[in-house]
């Protein structure tokens, strides 16, 4: 039954094979930088590094920057910086003949008064005429309640929202139950934004320390 209710992304619509624009969203701590980190060294080894962007619209936390600058530079990948929704549309546009580009974005928790803000600012990007695709990260740690109430908040005004979950690591989650709930029952929003795209997982945090092999 969970098999046939739960919605995962088929090969053809991965993130890695999608071209476009995908900003990680979600509350602090839930592994967006370190996500972002592991996508974009996926990404090198399957299509190059020369056709990947990388962009930080954390301008918040203390040394957010570097943590993305050091995997950039780890991966041949540099990374840009948008103070705000202008500086980051200058960017994508600057960045057209890149395959695919991942946007890291500051924590906000499902109450925060910037959340309206970010949402807007990700909605009135381009790139490559296409709409920047927001991901969803869940901490798979948290109680379903919380997942629901999250998902709830940056679903607003969605009909898709891919979700991510993260900290799967042994020893990390004993509240499966609270995360197949979220996942499976789409409680968290409303029935016309029900089944609001696929979910995938980002299992541990381990980031590239080293170049990818080809």
């Known amino acids: 039954m969970i098999a046939g209710n739960l919605r995962c992304a088929a090969s053809a619509d991965g993130l890695l094979e999608s071209q476009g624009a995908v900003a990680l969203v979600g509350p602090t701590g839930v592994g967006k930088t370190t996500t972002v980190a592991k996508l974009a060294a996926r990404f090198a080894v399957r299509y190059g590094a020369a056709q990947l962007g990388l962009i930080t619209l954390d301008s918040y936390r203390i040394g957010a920057h570097e943590q993305l600058r050091s995997y950039g530079r780890i991966l041949g990948v540099p990374m840009h910086i948008a103070q705000d929704g202008a500086t980051l549309r200058e960017l994508l546009a600057s960045l057209h003949g890149k395959r695919l580009v991942l946007i890291d974005t500051c924590g906000l928790s499902q109450r925060d008064e910037r959340l309206e803000e970010m949402l807007s600012t990700l909605s009135a990007a381009r790139f490559n005429v296409q709409a920047v695709r927001p991901v969803l990260l869940l901490n798979a740690a948290s109680h379903s309640e919380s997942l629901d109430e999250v998902a709830r908040a940056w679903a607003r005004g969605r009909r898709r929202l891919v979700r991510f979950w993260t900290k799967n690591g042994r020893g990390r989650s004993n509240r499966r139950g609270g995360r197949l709930h979220a996942a499976l029952s789409d409680d968290a929003v409303r029935p016309d934004q029900r ?20």
């Open 195 to 214: 089944s609001a795209g696929p979910r995938g997982l980002a299992p541990g945090q381990r980031a590239p320390a080293r170049a990818p092999s080809p």
